[in-house]
């Protein structure tokens, strides 16, 4: 079973940027995505950005894309999502998960995938 802990997150004011971090506990072959996700309160859960662990290719989500970068470093099976000009509108729980369909990044259900217990990201206006 493939683990994820999420970190980075913290309190930020607007403008500001935050580097947040998912380490898994391995790549294992079965594991082709990972994906970055948030929740706000009283909102669903939203995907923001996946990566391509195979190719690196990426995704995002309009709400950050030019604001936010994810990327990875394979050697040490750890995913990054750098956020930059942040907003008020970005504070959420941030979660990462190791997806093997990119479905279960379009369509997030912690059902699917293995999922970290989030890092918690506040920005301030």
């Known amino acids: 079973q493939v683990r994820v802990v999420e970190s980075g997150g913290g309190s930020v004011q607007a403008g500001g940027s935050l580097r947040l971090s998912c380490e898994a506990s391995e790549y294992t072959s079965s594991i082709k995505y990972i994906g970055w996700f948030r929740q706000a309160p009283g909102k669903e859960r939203e995907e923001i950005a996946c990566i391509d662990v195979r190719g690196g290719s990426t995704v995002y989500a309009d709400s950050v894309r030019g604001r936010f970068t994810i990327s990875q470093d394979s050697a040490k099976s750890t995913v990054y999502l750098q956020m930059d000009s942040l907003k008020p509108e970005d504070t959420a729980m941030y979660y990462c998960?190791?997806?093997?369909?990119?479905?279960?990044?379009?369509?997030?259900?912690?059902?699917?995938?293995?999922w970290g217990q989030g890092t918690q990201v506040t920005v301030s206006s």
């Open positions: 998960a190791a997806l093997t369909k990119l479905r279960d990044y379009i369509e997030p259900d912690p059902r699917n995938g293995n």
